[in-house]
């Protein structure tokens, strides 16, 4: 596997755990903070996750708004791309890891290859845009309500994205 490319966006601290959970378990890759770090970054690399929480109602983690919004000046063709975000289902269940999926559609027509899709199971929510044919687009973690099966799901998901990375 080529080095990943890891991005996070996180206002609290929760997103960046588990961006390094990530990586501690992938090895062969790379945490860059967007706070910091502009989206030409990614250039860099054939493998790429790009992890955010959702604040507001719905809305991108703060940091995270302006490299979405850069991300669209960067070829990606050809890339593989996991994406994972962190919300809340209980307090914000309308709106539920919004974030992720509005990752997901600014990478529509992008002819990256998104990979990493995730089962609803085991989540109580009503409403999420990061839905797509009845999966989540990526990792849907929860650090308020469920964050005792975070260390297994994040474990699931990257033994999955392990063997679609090239
Ligand atoms: C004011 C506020 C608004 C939030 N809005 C949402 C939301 O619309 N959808 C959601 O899933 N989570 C929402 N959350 C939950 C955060 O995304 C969640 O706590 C996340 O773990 C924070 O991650 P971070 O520390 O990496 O930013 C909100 C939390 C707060 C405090």
Not at 12 to 18: I, K, V
Not at 65 to 81: I, N, T, Y
Not at 111 to 140: H, K, N, Q, R, W
Request: hydrophobic share 40%; proline share 1%.
């Amino acid at each position: 596997m080529e080095k990943v490319g890891i991005f996070f966006g996180s206002s609290t601290g929760n997103t960046e755990s588990a961006a390094e959970a990530i990586k501690g378990l992938l090895g062969n890759a790379e945490l860059f903070n967007v706070a910091d770090t502009k989206a030409a970054k990614m250039a860099e690399f054939t493998n790429l996750i790009i992890g955010t929480s959702t604040w507001g109602v719905g809305d991108l983690q703060d940091d995270m708004e302006g490299f979405v919004s850069d991300m669209a000046s960067v070829d990606l063709k050809g890339k593989k791309v996991a994406l994972f975000g962190l919300g809340d289902q209980s307090s914000y269940g309308d709106t539920y890891c919004d974030g992720m999926g509005k990752v997901y559609q600014a990478l529509q027509g992008k002819g990256c290859d998104v990979i990493g899709f995730m089962p609803t199971a085991g989540y109580e929510f009503d409403a999420s845009v990061a839905v797509d044919g009845g999966e989540f687009v990526g990792l849907a973690l929860d650090a308020d309500n469920q964050g005792e099966k975070t260390d297994e799901r994040i474990k699931t998901w990257v033994a999955k994205i392990q063997k679609e990375f090239k």
